[in-house]
């Protein structure tokens, strides 16, 4: 999006889907959290001002909601360091969060936020230094304009403590406009990925360069040490592509958050597309969710295999490796069996059957 010049502006839709990812992660995050950690951190880079237009909350009172609940029912202590760069923002956040942390009983000691007026780098972990918070898990939003603007030292940082995780935005367009002809433009990408392997982009076709960015940042994350990462795709009210990239360490992060995914409406401006699906379609998370792109990648693995797969290794590959959650292999290769995809043994399916894909007309 382009950057709003007033102090605050109105929530967009996929805002709004953003949040409620935001809300629905951070509300498993925090009690698994809680329950092993006597401290930990939420921490954003580019808060904003904690308000949209509508009066609608912005993510840092999105989270302190969240974190108040948690702790009614932990004796634990929650940090919140909150970064922004623009002094009036950084004013209308500290009145938000003082009035919510004054209403409704919401008050309480262990919620520690501290509110600073800087640069997401270096201020940010200049701030988790100094609160204590870069020894304990962190859940550190990144969330700028689209820039890019995270340096990619910062992310090395937050994933040397091992339970932290991140999400990032980031809106591809930007460097594909302008890196190609501009060396500062390209300093800053250079800066975002952690190096110049993204360079490739300039020969890709303009049909898969979006594309080709996501992926060279999933492993730049990778590189810092989130080895687990799943994209958002979300659509500006411009039609501007943005993602939205989480990173973590941790299966238990990625089963989570795609709980959280799979029930955020994707009415409002967010898609989902598997990196890995061949085909690269868009999906809306509906009741019944179009698993086309899942077997189609299923079997692009399986092909790929030398031996048959069993259930639980497919399971856990549509865990780590796609968008799709565990919950829905075994219905999906019931249909590709009976639709001749695959063949099973023994015939019934549970974890430990093991899948082989046919070739293409091998029942006939
Ligand atoms: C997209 S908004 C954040 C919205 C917020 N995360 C939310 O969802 O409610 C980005 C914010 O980052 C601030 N910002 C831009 N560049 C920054 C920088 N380098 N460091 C810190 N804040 C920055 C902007 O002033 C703006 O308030």
């Given at each position: 999006?382009?950057a ?10 996929h805002?709004?889907?953003?949040h409620?990812l ?14 092993r950690?006597e ?6 880079g580019?808060?904003?001002p904690g ?5 609608e909350?912005?993510?840092p009172?999105v989270a302190?909601?969240?974190?108040s609940?948690?702790?009614?029912r932990?004796?634990?202590m929650?940090k919140?360091?909150?970064?922004e760069e623009?002094?009036?923002r ?10 919510t ?10 919620l ?20 204590g918070?870069?020894?304990h898990?962190?859940?550190?939003l990144l969330d ?11 992310l090395q940082r937050i994933a040397?403590?091992r339970r ?8 591809p ?9 501009d060396?500062r ?10 190096g110049?392997?993204?360079h ?16 060279r ?5 990778g590189?810092?040490?989130f080895q ?5 795709e ?5 039609g501007h ?5 989480f990173g973590?360490?941790?299966e238990?992060?990625v089963?989570?958050?795609k709980e ?8 409002s ?6 990196p890995k699906?061949?085909?690269q379609?868009?999906?809306?998370l ?14 692009d ?6 031996a ?6 497919l399971?856990r ?15 999906l290769?019931?249909r590709m069996?009976d639709?001749?995809d695959?063949n099973?043994?023994?015939?019934r399916?549970?974890?430990?059957s ?5 070739r293409?007309g091998?029942?006939?």
């Amino acid at each position: 999006m382009a950057a709003p010049k007033d102090v605050i502006w109105e929530r967009d839709p996929h805002t709004a889907a953003k949040h409620a990812l935001l809300r629905r992660y951070l509300q498993a995050w925090a009690p698994i959290m809680l329950s092993r950690d006597e401290v930990v951190t939420y921490a954003e880079g580019f808060a904003g001002p904690g308000v949209y237009r509508g009066g609608e909350p912005g993510s840092p009172l999105v989270a302190h909601q969240v974190f108040s609940g948690a702790l009614r029912r932990s004796p634990r202590m929650v940090k919140m360091v909150l970064v922004e760069e623009n002094a009036r923002r950084k004013t209308e956040l500290e009145h938000r969060i003082a009035a919510t942390s004054g209403s409704s009983g919401a008050r309480n000691d262990r919620l520690d936020v501290h509110i600073a007026q800087g640069q997401c780098h270096p201020d940010l972990l200049q701030q988790l230094a100094r609160v204590g918070s870069l020894d304990h898990p962190m859940f550190v939003l990144l969330d700028g304009f689209g820039g890019p603007e995270v340096p990619f030292p910062l992310l090395q940082r937050i994933a040397t403590q091992r339970r932290s995780e991140v999400m990032v935005t980031f809106q591809p367009s930007f460097l594909v406009r302008f890196a190609g002809k501009d060396e500062r433009h390209r300093a800053a990408g250079d800066a975002f990925f952690g190096g110049n392997d993204w360079h490739g982009v300039f020969q890709e076709p303009s049909s898969s360069k979006a594309a080709y960015l996501r992926d060279r940042y999933r492993e730049s994350l990778g590189r810092a040490g989130f080895q687990h990462t799943l994209v958002f795709e979300m659509i500006d009210e411009a039609g501007h592509l943005l993602y939205l990239i989480f990173g973590t360490r941790h299966e238990r992060g990625v089963e989570k958050m795609k709980e959280a995914m799979w029930v955020v409406d994707t009415t409002s401006g967010v898609r989902y597309r598997d990196p890995k699906d061949p085909n690269q379609q868009a999906l809306d998370l509906e009741l019944e969710p179009d698993t086309g792109p899942l077997r189609r990648i299923l079997l692009d693995h399986l092909r790929s295999a030398p031996a048959a797969r069993s259930v639980d290794h497919l399971k856990r590959y549509a865990l780590l490796e796609t968008i799709y959650r565990p919950t829905q292999v075994i219905p999906l290769l019931k249909r590709m069996r009976d639709d001749g995809d695959v063949n099973v043994s023994p015939g019934r399916i549970t974890g430990t059957s093991t899948i082989a894909a046919l070739r293409q007309g091998a029942l006939f």
